[in-house]
């Protein structure tokens, strides 16, 4: 088993389990105690989780990437500012896809007032929409996988590949100007490495505390998003790094 998958099932598992003993999942993923605790010490020096005597537990502060309750009701009022700004770029008759996550369901949550065509594979975000007279809705199919609202899998990406929208909202766990978007698991990997081709805008929509973090698999880089929407305290030099790209920033 290639380091990448076992450091993906690690943390499905920590995610899951909140957290895990280096014997118990030495002997799951059949490998030895060493390579275990090797695993957790490289994900450790990335912020992905905390060691503990025996094992690892998930890190408790906000710079946790795992997207907990706790931890994204202290940043909603961030995410519904950036929301309400994405709104502000949309069209009317406009065929926009959005992304899974808390700030596209905030953004989601602001629909209805003018007729939009949304597509999604979120099932939170398209529970909120179906009722909306002027919302028309496409959902596309595929398995829930993991902690997750969103469906993914071969007949997502086959739906996927047959449209082309105007504009995309999207989210990232984590985003850094050198090692660009990245995310922890493989299914949202396919999902958004595949997403993003298949808008003429890109948008990222993204609070501040997702910044100066690496999750595991890169998706794009900085350079594929041709819009970022987040709130105004990320940091200048981040935003000075920012303005030396091609990407256009709107500050919520």
């Known amino acids: 088993m290639l380091s990448l998958e076992r450091h993906e099932q690690l943390l499905g598992y920590l995610n899951e389990h909140k957290a895990l003993k280096v014997s118990v999942v030495s002997e799951l993923l059949k490998v030895t105690e060493k390579t275990i605790r090797l695993d957790l010490e490289e994900l450790e020096k990335r912020s992905l989780l905390q060691r503990v005597h025996g ?73 909120n929409l179906y009722a909306k007279e002027k919302v028309q809705l496409m959902m596309l199919g595929g398995s829930q ?6 469906l993914f899998g071969k007949q997502t990406l086959e739906a996927l590949s047959q449209i082309y ?23 949202h990997y396919d999902w958004k490495s595949s997403v993003i081709g298949r808008a003429k805008h890109v948008c990222l929509l993204a609070d501040s505390t997702k910044f100066e973090q690496v999750g595991l698999m890169k998706f794009a880089g900085i350079e594929d998003i041709d ?12 935003q000075h790094q920012l303005a030396q790209t091609t990407i256009s920033i709107t500050i919520a």
Request: glycine share 8%; net charge negative; proline share 3%.
């Open 55 to 127: 094992g690892a537990v998930l890190r408790s502060d906000d710079n946790s990437l795992f997207p907990e309750k706790k931890r994204q009701s202290r940043h909603q009022d961030k995410k519904k500012l950036i929301a309400q700004k994405a709104l502000a770029t949309i069209q009317p008759q406009e065929v926009i896809l959005l992304d899974g996550g808390s700030t596209t369901y905030a953004l989601a949550e602001l629909l209805g007032e003018f007729p939009v065509t949304v597509i999604t594979n979120d099932i939170e975000i398209a529970h």
């Open 227 to 238: 819009e970022l929407i987040t709130d105004s305290e990320l940091d200048q030099r981040i």
């Open 145 to 150: 996988l993991g902690a997750t609202t969103s």
């Open 165 to 187: 929208v105007s504009r995309l909202f999207l989210g990232a766990t984590g985003i850094s100007i050198e090692h660009g978007l990245t995310v922890l698991n493989s299914f």
